[in-house]
């Protein structure tokens, strides 16, 4: 298994940037499609962005285009996601996940993913 500890998460004012980390344990971090998902007070959880094995590939949410950047260092064994232009109802706790699916296309399902970190907070006051 792979063990997944997010962080970079705060408090950030509407309009602002945060940049979110993942490190991941072992040695086989680039086997594992990597992905964020986030979930607000009240409602279910949501995938915002994925990377494949490579890097080369990703997909976002409809909402964050343009705005978010997914990245990964394999070497380092860790997952980025870069957020700019945070709104308000973008405040929840976001996850890293890490799944071992397709190498060539990006899960957009929380049953894509089999290993999940404990999240970190994301609040944008307005």
């Known amino acids: 298994q792979v063990q997944l500890v997010e962080s970079g998460g705060g408090l950030v004012q509407t309009g602002g940037s945060l940049r979110l980390s993942c490190a991941a344990s072992?040695?086989?971090?680039?086997?594992?499609?990597m992905g964020w998902f986030r979930q607000a007070p009240g409602k279910e959880r949501e995938f915002v962005a994925g990377i494949t094995r490579s890097g080369v590939s990703t997909d976002y949410a409809n909402s964050v285009k343009g705005r978010f950047t997914i990245s990964r260092e394999n070497a380092e064994n860790t997952l980025y996601l870069q957020m700019n232009s945070l709104k308000p109802e973008e405040t929840a706790v976001y996850y890293c996940?890490?799944?071992?699916?397709?190498?060539?296309?990006?899960?957009?399902?929380?049953?894509?993913?089999?290993?999940w970190g404990q999240g970190t907070q994301v609040t944008v006051s307005s």
């Open positions: 996940a890490a799944s071992l699916g397709g190498s060539w296309y990006v899960g957009k399902n929380e049953d894509d993913y089999q290993y």
């Open positions: 072992g040695r086989t971090f680039s086997s594992y499609t």
